[in-house]
């Protein structure tokens, strides 16, 4: 998964999953809890110096949203699942 996110053709979101994999790997508790618990279970596994802070640099990376531009000029955004806003 790595080897995409470094890919510069490769467009991505910042998701939830994403999200509790940087807590996870930053040392924060309720994301290290948060994450095994949906499906974060692998990411104990990686060991190698260093790994850990490499995944959650490459999630922290990806943006909230992304737009592009369709071949009929028409705009369109791109998000995970819900964006926070103030009600």
């Not at 998964?1 to 790997?25: F, I, K, S």
Request: aromatic fraction near 12%; hydrophobic fraction near 40%; include cysteine.
């Amino acid at each position: 998964a790595l080897d995409w996110c470094a890919r510069p053709y490769v467009r991505r979101v910042l998701g939830n999953h994403d999200w509790l994999t940087y807590l996870n790997a930053t040392g924060h508790a309720w994301g290290r809890f948060n994450h095994r618990r949906n499906g974060g279970k692998w990411f104990d596994a990686v060991e190698e110096a260093g790994q850990q802070q490499t995944w959650a640099k490459a999630m922290i990376d990806a943006p909230f949203a992304i737009e592009a531009t369709t071949p009929a000029g028409h705009k369109i955004g791109f998000i995970h699942a819900d964006v926070p806003t103030d009600t």
